[in-house]
């Protein structure tokens, strides 16, 4: 099977712009997260989604957004930029939502905003 | 508030040796905990996942502890080798939330 895949891998934006990143999940993978990780506060949660609905929301401001589609691939936005959005987004897709399914994470798409 | 705390920032342990690794919660009281590893770059892989109702598990030279009373989980990865240098991340799952992540600890296995 092929893995998570994550498109751009790299992106480089000036503040103020806004960005859409993808995520393909693991064929017959229902259930998608998003993590931004920085080398300060580690990995992150932003939100999963599962079978096109957000299930859990992380605490990040109202200018970080996603969606899923019907064939469960995922994209997240982030409007507005600003410096401290640089940082490694991460995708990981995972057979159902919930305890006890491991998740299976993309290349990350590395994020820098000047 | 809920925490989690893995050792130390970083191990550096000689080949051949057992690497030991802890992941220590607070206010949480997690039905599984998942370990990951971390490469520079990289995303992180899914190494082994843990039960509440399960003291120990083994995956090849890996194996893992769950103690639910000390609220804390060890993971071992004996006859280590400089290809598991690498970060360690655990991770807990509790009802619907979030799997929400330790901060890791990077692993340097010296030759």
């Known amino acids: 099977k092929a893995g998570v895949t994550q498109t751009p891998r790299y992106l480089i934006k000036t503040r103020g712009q806004q960005v859409t990143l993808s995520c393909s999940p693991i064929?017959?993978?229902?259930?998608v997260s998003w993590y931004q990780q920085t080398p300060g506060q580690g990995l992150q949660f932003l939100f999963e989604?599962?079978?096109?609905?957000?299930?859990n929301k992380g605490n990040f401001p109202g200018r970080f957004s996603g969606r899923q589609f019907s064939n469960s691939r995922s994209e997240m936005n982030v409007s507005t930029l600003e410096l401290g959005d640089s940082a490694l987004y991460l995708c990981?897709?995972?057979?159902?939502?919930?305890?006890?399914?491991?998740?299976?994470f993309g290349p990350g798409t590395r994020l820098t905003v000047t | 508030s809920q925490k989690i705390e893995q050792n130390s920032e970083a191990l550096n342990i000689q080949e051949g040796k057992t690497a030991t690794l802890t992941c220590n919660y607070t206010?949480?009281?997690?039905?599984?905990l998942q370990w990951y590893r971390q490469d520079p770059g990289r995303g992180p892989v899914f190494l082994l996942l843990i039960r509440e109702n399960e003291k120990e598990k083994r995956k090849e030279r890996l194996k893992v502890t769950f103690d639910t009373t000390l609220k804390q989980s060890l993971f071992h990865i004996t006859a280590s080798q400089p290809a598991d240098s690498a970060t360690y991340l655990c991770?807990?799952?509790?009802?619907?939330?979030?799997?929400?992540f330790g901060s890791g600890t990077r692993l340097q296995v010296q030759p």
């Open positions: 206010n949480y009281s997690p039905a599984y």
């Open positions: 990981a897709s995972s057979l159902s939502t919930g305890d006890g399914y491991e998740q299976y």
């Open positions: 989604y599962f079978s096109e609905t957000q299930r």
């Open positions: 991770a807990l799952h509790t009802g619907r939330r979030a799997l929400t």
């Open positions: 064929s017959g993978h229902r259930s």
